[in-house]
């Protein structure tokens, strides 16, 4: 049996890892196709070196562009690819135009598709990434959910004959990689002690396409007195350099290159809180069990802030960091919300069905 795997962007590099090793496990062949919608060392080709998968066999090289762009240009590649690699099955992650454009032309072509980290939604369909995600799960064939909020977003939108909850495969992710990250040897480089530092990401257009919000976050952390690391999104540096805000950069800043996902786990498990705008991020903040400061108007992890572990924070008002912490995070309960730490197993169990796994 063979079975295509789509990827594009650097989360994505992260989810397929667990993934391909469940397919190797049961003898499927995979075929990694990557869009080449991140496409810099540091945020592509490191985390394929690093985290041991398959390498692409196939690169859209796809580049930057607007949405249209972007989605467009990756339509008749992926269709040409399926149509020549005739799979049985695709997957795709998340919710980037490379997912929209791969299940699109998959599903016209009767290819199955198999959906990762569906039925997340933030409810504001001004986010490229809400449009992406509710189309995707709609021309799915296995809409894999990672908790129950998301299993019953799906039912809501008359998904449930195809929905199943299998858990979150950025857990087995974490728990394939973090043994390996080294803090002795990350404290050294980044000159910081473990528990007094915060960790900060932020890259979501949102934030970075609005300048007064990419300002006041900019503000907000350097009024902090506590260090910060913070590793900048090609986006982020990009939207800094045209509007010459260096200048708000406080000394507490640490910018930092986009670090590898073994780096980021160690700097993550380490610090004191998180600040970001990232959906993988905040899950892995609640996986480690540090509290984190979420720099949007809503999120798709719920759970994470009902139990008190995660907060959002709205970047159009100005912001006091401290304040923030002090009046938070008292009562936070860390449950286990995200599943067992074999969703790639459970996704396999699903799509493959348990004929399959008796007759191989
Ligand atoms: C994309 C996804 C988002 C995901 C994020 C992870 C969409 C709509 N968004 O956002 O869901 O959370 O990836 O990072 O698909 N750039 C570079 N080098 C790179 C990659 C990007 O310089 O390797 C710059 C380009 O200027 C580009 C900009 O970053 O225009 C944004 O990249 P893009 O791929 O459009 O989206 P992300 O913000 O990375």
């Given at each position: 049996?063979?079975?295509?795997?789509?990827?594009?962007?650097?989360?994505?590099?992260?989810?397929?890892?667990?993934?391909?090793?469940?397919?190797?496990?049961?003898?499927?062949?995979?075929?990694?196709?990557?869009?080449?919608?991140?496409?810099?060392?540091?945020?592509?080709?490191?985390?394929?070196?690093?985290?041991?998968?398959?390498?692409?066999?196939?690169?859209?090289?796809?580049?930057?562009?607007?949405?249209?762009?972007?989605?467009?240009?990756?339509?008749?590649?992926?269709?040409?690819?399926?149509?020549?690699?005739?799979?049985?099955?695709?997957?795709?992650?998340?919710?980037?135009?490379?997912?929209?454009?791969?299940?699109?032309?998959?599903?016209?072509?009767?290819?199955?598709?198999?959906h990762?980290?569906s039925?997340?939604?933030?409810?504001?369909?001004?986010?490229?990434?809400?449009?992406?995600r509710i189309?995707t799960d709609h021309?799915s064939?296995?809409c894999?959910?990672?908790?129950?909020?998301?299993?019953?977003?799906?039912?809501?939108?008359?998904?449930?004959?195809?929905?199943?909850?299998?858990?979150?495969?950025?857990?087995?992710?974490?728990?394939?990689?973090?043994?390996?990250?080294?803090?002795?040897?990350?404290?050294?480089?980044?000159?910081?002690?473990?528990?007094?530092?915060?960790?900060?990401?932020?890259?979501?257009?949102?934030?970075?396409?609005?300048?007064?919000?990419?300002?006041?976050?900019?503000?907000?952390?350097?009024?902090?007195?506590?260090?910060?690391?913070?590793?900048?999104?090609?986006?982020?540096?990009?939207?800094?350099?045209?509007?010459?805000?260096?200048?708000?950069?406080?000394?507490?800043?640490?910018?930092?290159?986009?670090?590898?996902?073994?780096?980021?786990?160690?700097?993550?498990?380490?610090?004191?809180?998180?600040?970001?705008?990232?959906?993988?991020?905040?899950?892995?903040?609640?996986?480690?069990?540090?509290?984190?400061?979420?720099?949007?108007?809503?999120?798709?992890?719920?759970?994470?802030?009902?139990?008190?572990?995660?907060?959002?924070?709205?970047?159009?008002?100005?912001?006091?960091?401290?304040?923030?912490?002090?009046?938070?995070?008292?009562?936070?309960?860390?449950?286990?919300?995200?599943?067992?730490?074999?969703?790639?197993?459970?996704?396999?169990?699903?799509?493959?069905?348990?004929?399959?796994?008796?007759?191989?």
């Amino acid at each position: 049996m063979r079975v295509i795997t789509v990827v594009g962007a650097r989360p994505q590099f992260i989810k397929l890892a667990p993934l391909s090793i469940e397919l190797k496990k049961r003898d499927i062949e995979e075929i990694v196709i990557h869009s080449g919608q991140h496409y810099d060392y540091k945020m592509s080709e490191q985390f394929l070196e690093e985290l041991l998968i398959n390498k692409p066999k196939y690169n859209l090289n796809v580049g930057s562009g607007s949405h249209a762009m972007q989605t467009s240009k990756m339509l008749v590649p992926f269709e040409e690819l399926f149509l020549k690699l005739n799979p049985e099955i695709i997957f795709v992650f998340g919710d980037t135009n490379t997912t929209l454009a791969a299940s699109l032309a998959a599903s016209k072509i009767n290819i199955p598709v198999a959906h990762i980290e569906s039925g997340l939604r933030s409810f504001n369909r001004k986010m490229p990434e809400e449009i992406n995600r509710i189309l995707t799960d709609h021309i799915s064939n296995w809409c894999l959910a990672p908790t129950k909020t998301a299993l019953c977003n799906l039912f809501n939108e008359n998904l449930k004959n195809v929905s199943f909850l299998v858990g979150d495969i950025m857990l087995d992710s974490l728990l394939l990689f973090k043994q390996k990250a080294n803090f002795e040897q990350i404290a050294k480089k980044y000159n910081i002690e473990k528990n007094k530092y915060y960790l900060a990401t932020i890259h979501r257009a949102e934030n970075t396409d609005n300048i007064e919000r990419i300002k006041n976050i900019l503000i907000a952390f350097s009024k902090l007195n506590d260090k910060i690391v913070f590793p900048l999104h090609p986006r982020s540096l990009n939207i800094i350099n045209q509007n010459s805000l260096w200048s708000l950069i406080g000394e507490n800043v640490n910018i930092i290159e986009p670090c590898s996902y073994i780096e980021l786990l160690g700097l993550l498990e380490n610090s004191k809180y998180v600040m970001t705008d990232s959906g993988g991020v905040q899950k892995e903040s609640y996986l480690l069990k540090v509290p984190c400061i979420t720099l949007r108007e809503e999120t798709e992890w719920l759970e994470t802030v009902d139990l008190g572990c995660n907060v959002i924070v709205n970047p159009n008002f100005p912001f006091n960091i401290t304040d923030i912490v002090n009046n938070n995070f008292m009562n936070k309960k860390f449950e286990n919300i995200f599943g067992d730490g074999n969703a790639s197993g459970n996704i396999c169990d699903r799509v493959f069905g348990n004929e399959y796994l008796k007759n191989n």
